[in-house]
């Protein structure tokens, strides 16, 4: 059974603004970042399995579409039923 998991993905950018916050305001700009996510190399961090609602990254739920399944199937069908239910990971 497929397995759900939590990577970061980190880069450093060079940005050229007039102050801090404008750097900020290009470095948060979706343009930018698309950009960013197409032009640089993406450290990949270390895979860490997720079991419960509370595991998942900020502006992550249950109604989001996880990477690499079949683009229709939300978290909340993926999630173990136990785990869903009682708030405990499932016991190996």
Do not use: H
Request: aromatic share 6%; with cysteine; charged share 25%.
């Amino acid at each position: 059974m497929e397995k759900l998991y939590r990577i970061e993905l980190t880069t450093v950018i060079v940005v050229v603004a007039n102050s801090a916050g404008d750097a900020l305001d290009v470095a948060s700009n979706t343009s930018t970042q698309r950009d960013v996510v197409r032009d640089e190399a993406l450290e990949t961090g270390y895979p860490v399995e997720i079991f419960l609602p509370c595991e998942l990254p900020d502006g992550w739920d249950g109604d989001c579409i996880p990477y690499g399944g079949d683009g229709n199937t939300r978290l909340a069908e993926l999630m173990t039923p136990n785990a869903k239910v009682s708030g405990v990971p499932p016991q190996d």
